[in-house]
Structure formats: C-alpha cells, structure tokens
C-alpha cells in the first residue's frame, strides 16, 4: 500500500533562517505531488505541485521554492524565513486523474520566532 | 473561476443525529470530481468520498453519503448517526479534468458533536 511521510512534525525557526521540509512517498511510482499552506482554522491554500522529476509549478510568488530531485521525494524550502511562513504545512499525493483524491501527510506545524 | 463555497463556518449536532454539511460549487467545465475530507484536531486530512460530475448515482461510503445536485451545483456530504470523532472541519474540494489534477478547497466547516 502507498503511504506518505512527512518531516519534521513540528518546527520552530527564528525569523531570516533557512527551512527544508521534506516529503517522501513510498509504494507507488510517477505519483503528483503537492505542497500546501494552512493558517490556523483557516482552508488550504496549494503552494506547489510537481507532476514529474524536476516540473514545478508555483501558485503562489513567495519566498518559498519547491524541488523533486527524485520521483517520490518533494522538498519544500526557503533561504530567509519571514514571519508570514509560519502555519501548517502539508505534503499530498496523487496518481493522477480527476477522479483520484489526493493523500496527504500528517503535515508540519512551523512557527516563526 | 473555480470556486467551492461552504456557507457554514461552525455547527453543533447531537450524538447520533445525522449531519449535513453544505457545499456549492461554481464552474463552467463540464467535467469535474467532488470530494469531501475531514480535518481532525490533530491536523492530518482524510479522505472521505468521492463523486464525479458523470455519476449518475449519489456516492455512499459507510455513515458517509454525497447528496449530488448536479443542476444546482450542489455536494452535501450527509453523516448519519454522528458519532463523538466526527467532531473535526470538514472540506469539500474539486478538481477538473485537466493535466494538473489540482484541487479547489472550500474554507471548511469546523462540525461540533455534543454527548
């Protein structure tokens, strides 16, 4: 069966750090990968997506960059933290198709000091 | 554009009663898949049921069912018999047929279930 990990659980980062949250998908291959932003009690707002090695889409201009150095690994990250990063932050995966859900992780809880 | 809307922000239900969360969705494309997660306190997002835009029947999964309006572009996920651990927000989402497979969120409803 597929399943989804998702890294560091919880991350505290003084203002101007760098940050690296990984994601990593086991069981399947070619899967969609998404990078998604969620303030507290608020809805998901989709960072990135990648459909293959190397193909990023961004949605939203940030600091924030996103890289798939292998099929089943996606890599958020950023060179200076600002005190709008912080959230909760969630990997998910797809095959592919409209009518596929999305699979997600149990998400990183990133604050900014 | 695309647009998922859920007009109800909180709701407080009785155990055991069902549940019916409301979600609108706008969009032009003919071919679309409408889903429904649960957020628990915890933060992880579950999946709960799916229901394509060419379904002829409404989707049913366990205590979960969609009640799919096609012409009023409505997905009303009903909860029957609520349970405590239903207390959680729940989304509704869609996605078109195209080649990104991206998902519209709605803003959620946080749903209360009271012993």
């Known amino acids: 069966s597929q399943t989804i990990h998702q890294w560091p659980a919880t991350l505290v980062q003084p203002v101007g750090s760098p940050l690296s949250l990984e994601c990593t998908v086991e069981?399947?291959?070619?899967?969609?990968l998404y990078w998604y932003r969620q303030a507290a009690g608020r809805g998901l707002q989709l960072l990135f997506y990648?459909?293959?090695?190397?193909?990023i889409s961004s949605e939203v201009p940030q600091n924030l960059s996103a890289s798939r150095p292998q099929d089943r690994q996606f890599i958020l990250s950023s060179k200076k933290l600002l005190l709008s990063d912080s959230g909760f932050y969630l990997c998910a995966w797809c095959k592919g198709g409209y009518n596929q859900p999305q699979h997600f992780g149990d998400g990183t809880r990133l604050s900014i000091l | 554009a695309q647009k998922i809307t859920q007009t109800q922000p909180g709701m407080f239900v009785q155990e055991k009663e069902a549940v019916t969360l409301d979600c609108t969705y706008d969009?032009?494309?003919?071919?679309?898949?409408l889903f429904w997660y649960k957020q628990p306190s915890s933060g992880e997002m579950i999946f709960l049921i799916y229901?394509?835009?060419?379904?002829?029947q409404n989707a049913t999964e366990g205590r979960y069912s969609l009640n799919f309006q096609k012409a009023r572009k409505s997905a009303n996920l009903v909860i029957s018999a609520s349970q405590l651990g239903d207390s959680a927000m729940y989304f509704c989402a869609m996605t078109l047929i195209r080649g990104d497979d991206k998902i519209i969120f709605g803003k959620g409803t946080r749903l209360h279930i009271l012993p």
């Open positions: 069981g399947t291959s070619n899967p969609n």
């Open positions: 969009t032009s494309d003919p071919s679309y898949g």
């Open positions: 229901q394509g835009s060419y379904d002829q």
């Open positions: 990648s459909v293959g090695i190397g193909q």
